[in-house]
T-cell receptor, first 112, second 113 residues
Framework: SQQGEEDPQALSIQEGENATMNCSYK?????LQWYRQNSGRGLVHLIL?????REKHSGRLRVTLDTSKKSSSLLITASRAADTASYFC????????????FGGGTRVLVKP | DSGVTQTPKHLITATGQRVTLRCSPR?????VYWYQQSLDQGLQFLIQ???????AKGNILERFSAQQFPDLHSELNLSSLELGDSALYFC????????????FGPGTRLTVL
């Protein structure tokens, strides 16, 4: 399967702590994107990192990409209860058009 | 709010029926994508249209079809519905057909009884 893998599947932390989740994929990619989904709702785009970039920041989010290891990580710093959601990585496979391939997601619970 | 709209929000129907899901992309976006999210399969790409033409196809069943109209809105038609078709169906849009950011709509939750 070409579906990406994310770990952990679930994460429970206290407010103020950092949350880190990882995504691995199997083939060459154009870019990798991270999305957030609140329970049963739409996907909110968080950040896009291109294959020639290694790190990107957006507010409390930090994304890294290691194309040699075919992996990416998303770090949420100083987490808040409102960060409780599922987080998905999604990537565009080269030579496969523009269809996003999604990871299985990480469910994050931030306890107040 | 991503700017992508989908209707209806919820749809409940019976097996064997046919339904149509509608999507309006963000203003100026030429590309529309359809995804299915189910508990067992996760999020899966179904099909992409760019400026009215089919651009890429994923795991879309033959019972499903889609089109993009001249005003760029898109419809996903699901026919001969089965229980296993119950899922969240998302539409996304992007500015061009290339490796851009895709912005997702709120989804249509389909329940097949």
């Amino acid at each position: 399967s070409q579906q990406g893998e994310e770990d952990p599947q679930a994460l429970s932390i206290q407010e103020g702590e950092n949350a880190t989740m990882n995504c691995s994929y199997k083939t060459s990619i154009n870019n990798l994107q991270w999305y957030r989904q609140n329970s049963g709702r739409g996907l909110v785009h968080l950040i896009l990192i291109r294959s020639n970039e290694r790190e990107k920041h957006s507010g409390r989010l930090r994304v890294t990409l290691d194309t040699s290891k075919k992996s990416s990580s998303l770090l949420i710093t100083a987490s808040r209860a409102a960060d409780t959601a599922s987080y998905f990585c999604a990537y565009l496979i080269k030579a496969a058009g523009n269809k996003l391939t999604f990871g299985g997601g990480t469910r994050v619970l931030v306890k107040p | 709010d991503s700017g992508v709209t989908q209707t209806p929000k919820h749809l409940i129907t019976a097996t064997g029926q046919r339904v149509t899901l509608r999507c309006s992309p963000r203003s100026g976006d030429l590309s529309v994508y359809w995804y299915q999210q189910s508990l067992d399969q996760g999020l899966q790409f179904l099909i992409q249209y760019y400026n009215g033409e089919e651009r890429a196809k994923g795991n879309i069943l033959e019972r499903f079809s889609a089109q993009q109209f001249p005003d760029l809105h898109s419809e996903l038609n699901l026919s001969s519905l089965e229980l296993g078709d119950s899922a969240l169906y998302f539409c996304a849009s992007s500015e061009r057909g290339g490796p851009d950011t895709q912005y997702f709509g709120p989804g249509t939750r389909l329940t097949v009884l």
